[in-house]
C-alpha cells in the first residue's frame, strides 16, 4: 500500500503507479474479518424498524466536552482528538478518566509515551481521585488488547495512537501504514466490545493531523483542541461527529489544577478591558450555540523600516483584514497603504467568522484617528466589497448578550433573522455610515487631511427590538 495516496498493488515496486512517488509502497497486513456493530443486524431490517434508536451517551464529567459531543461518549464510538504539543491533551483526558471513573465507569489509561510514575504524577499535582481509573505504559497493540480483554474496561484512552505500534508490520513507528493498522484495530476493537476509545493524535506543523487521511474517516468523531500556550484559554472544537452536531464549541481555562470550565466567557474576556482606548471595539462572537464577546484591538503606526508597511494579525484571518483594508480606502477613503497595521483579538480566541468585518474596521480608523469609540458601544456585521453592510446569523442572539452584559448601543447590519431583544441598535447600510456612526472619523487636525470620505456614505438609522426606524444621531 502506498504511504502517500494509499494505492493498493499486489506486489511491491519502486515507484508508485498512481501517485509516482519513490519508495512508498509497503508490505501491509489487511483483516479479512468483517466488523459488526454491537448488537447490530445480521441481516438487512427495514429502516422504519431503526428510526428514532439513537444511542445512549456517557457524561464525560465535563459539561464542556459534553457540549461538544453532544451530552458525552457513545459505548463504541472511536474519538480523535488533536492539539499541538503541550496544549494540554493529556491533561484534559486525565481529568475525564479520574471524572467518569469516579462517575462508576471503567477506564483504562495507556500512555505510551510516558511512564505509568509520570501519569502518576500528574494526576497527583491535579489533586485528582484516580480510584477505578487504570494505567498501563503499552506501546504495541496486541498487548493493549489483552488488556482490554482482560478487564473489559468501558472507556479507553491512548495516548497516543502514532505511538503504538503493531509489532506485525516491519514499517517503523509513527509510519502510515502503521498507524493506519494501530487505528483500524482500535475501531475494530471498539465496536466488537461496545467500548468508548479515545485516540490522542499528534499533528503537523501545517496545524493537520499527523498520519493518513484515512485515520480521520475511520473514526467516529474528529476534536481539535486549540489555544496559544502563552495563553490560559482552550478551546475544543469538533470537525467530524457522527452522533451529534459539528457546530458547538467548548470553551476551557488552563489552570494550576488543570482545567476548568468558563461558565461566563464573555464576562472572563472582559475583564481586564480599559475604557476609552483608541483601537478598541467589542465584538460579539457565534462559538456553537451561545455568543462570546470578545475585544478587537488595533494599532496603526508609521512604518519602522524601509521594507514597507506590515500586517501583523493575532487571532484575526490575515486574509479579511486584508480585504476590510482595501474596502475602506476604494470605497470610503481612508488611505493606510503607509502604515503598520496590527490587530489583536484579545484572550486567545480566533476571530475568523464574517461578523468581524465591521469591528475590525472601526478599531482600524479608530487606532488611525486616535478617536476612540464608546465603551458602551457594540459592533458588528459582514462587509460586502462595494462596502455596503449584509446581514448576518444570530443578529438576536449576539445583541441579548450585548444587553446581558451592559452594552447600550449595538451598531449592526440589516437583521436577517428575528430580534426580539429590547436593545436599542444603530441599523447601517454600508461601512461609511458604519464609521460615522461610531464617530471615529473626527480625527485630530495631523490626521484630517489624510482622511477623504468620498461616494455613497449609506444611511443609518436608529431601532428598538422591534425593528422600528429612527433618525439617527450620527
Sequence with gaps: MCAGCSHVSPKWAGRCPECGEWNTLAETSVPTTPVRMPGGPAVSVPLSELSGKAAVATSTGIGEVDRVLGGGLVPGSVTLVGGEPGIGKST???QLAALMAS???????ISAEESAEQVGGRAGRLGLATEGVRVAA?????????????????????DSVQTVVDAGLPSSQGSVPQVREVTARLVRLAKERATAVILVGHVTKEGGLAGPRSMEHMVDTVLTFEGD????????????????????????????????ELTDASRTLLADRSPGVP?????????GSRTVLVEIQALVSRPVDAGGPRRVTQGVDPRRLAMVLAVLEQRVGVSLARHDIHVSAVGGVTAGEPAVDLALAL???SALTSWPVTTDTLAFGEIGLGGEMRAVRGSGTRIREAVRLGFDRVIAPPRG??????????????????????GVLRGPEGLTGSIGVHGDRGSATQGAGDGGPRDAAA
Design 229 to 260: 500556550r502563552e495563553q490560559d484559554l482552550r478551546t475544543l472544537r469538533v470537525v467530524k461527529h457522527r452522533f451529534g452536531s459539528t457546530r458547538e464549541v467548548g470553551l476551557l481555562r488552563m489552570g494550576e489544577r488543570g482545567l476548568v
Design 363 to 365: 478599531a482600524v480608523v
Design 417 to 438: 433573522d428575528d430580534d426580539d431583544s429590547t436593545c436599542r441598535v444603530l441599523v447601517v447600510d454600508s461601512l461609511a455610515a458604519g464609521l460615522e456612526v461610531a
Design 92 to 94: 484534559l483526558l486525565l
Design 103 to 109: 462517575g462508576g465507569s471503567r477506564v483504562l489509561y
Design 138 to 158: 503499552l506501546t504495541e497493540i496486541d498487548p493493549v488488547e489483552a488488556e482490554c480483554r482482560s478487564i473489559e474496561p468501558q472507556v479507553l484512552i491512548v
Design 279 to 287: 483601537g478598541s471595539i467589542v465584538v460579539p462572537l457565534l462559538e
